[in-house]
């Protein structure tokens, strides 16, 4: 048992993302717990503490919700100017997350929930944890965010990449001001590198408040160990739900799927440079290419993609991704930077959906050929693998090779049952 003994019966998730949809990878990743909690406990011995904006209108979920207050500009800009440079030395993303109100309320939730186990979603909300009386906890980092920023330094070095967007996600929480100031190569360049320093800091000191911390990729598992000495941070990845179709309609045609939000500074990245350098050699080989961009802010792509003409067609956001990915012929995801793992390759695999990436665009599921994944760093190497992926006979044995993948690894019957494990649930897994 990795957590302290004693029976699971409730639960609570404390998280600053919204569960719902599942839109993007993070919600996904989110859902998949609960799912997994509810199925476990009962949906009414589950519980989420969302850090949001309360006057939000949102879907009726199964499990209780409670939404907390967010920090307002005011505190943000309160927490940033004080807690960057004094005791604790937060992280930017975690003092622009923090408030001696939210902590009351916090507090209060937390005691009249009384749940058996904790869930904490990253070090953002973690950050509270630590001010808190000690209970069973478990802390979601999700991945190391120092290990995020370091790649995109080094992307940055390598060829004066301008990151669009450098803090992702996060950097619609900062106050206006400031989310316009990080938007400069001037000013997110330097940041990033506090921001790495600061981050590194806070999850190194993880182990020491949770009885368990938890990451998605194995590499960055080992490496957290390394820094701290710590023998309580494992791996767990995530837990799609199985779609519903997985029989596939691929009919031959060259049409590939890029799938991820393009706020998401990897997703982003990774298109651009795929869509500047790769024009010439993919059309070499695959002349009738075409790519279809499907998540969040897909529907404003790259000005790289004008070139491309009507090859590139942008989706938006699809609230059922079983027809889209299921007529395709592969998954393309050409990523350069990140952390983490690949949900966007799990969902793909799920679906027998061969996988053409970089070595960046399938980090941390340990995936190859054998998989249904192949890789190349190159324009010219990822040429051919696409034209191989749009053979109709190489298409289909690694098409098998995905799915069969998918059900020996990472299937829920598979996941479910680290889960239960980490979490010391009880329970046969469904």
Sequence with gaps: MTVRPGRVRSAVLVTASEPEP??????VVIGGLLDHLCARLGADQVHVLLIGRPQLERRPTPYSLEVLAKPSALEQLAAVSTRLVLPPHSSLQEAALWSPRLLASLSQA??????????WDTMRTGQYARALPR?????????LFSKRY????TRIKQDRSRVPNPLGEFQKMLPRPVRRLAASPAVYTPLLHVERRLAARSEDRAPEHFDTTLLVNAEE???????????????LLP?????????????????????????????????????STCREAVLGKVPDFRLLLVGRGSENPPPEASAWGDRVTPLGWVEDLDAVLGSAAALLSPLRIGSGTKIKVLEALARGLPVVATAHGVLG??????????VGDDPEQLAVLLARAADPSSNSQLSAAARTSWQQRFAPAVTGRAYDEVLGLTGDVG
């Design 110 to 119: 937390l005691a009249r929930i009384d749940a058996d186990l904790e869930i």
């Design 150 to 153: 370091t790649s995109m330094l």
């Design 22 to 27: 599942r839109s993007f990878g993070k919600q």
């Design 365 to 374: 599921l340990s995936v190859d050929e054998e998989d249904g994944c192949v």
């Design 221 to 235: 598992t080992a490496e957290l160990e390394r820094r701290t000495g710590s023998r309580t941070i494992r791996t």
């Design 239 to 275: 837990l799609l739900r199985e779609p519903k179709v997985h029989q596939r309609s691929f009919d031959g045609t060259p049409t590939f799927v890029f799938l991820g939000g393009l706020d998401f500074p990897p997703n982003r990245d990774g298109l651009t440079w795929f869509l």
């Design 135 to 143: 209970r069973r906890r478990v802390l979601y980092a999700d991945d």
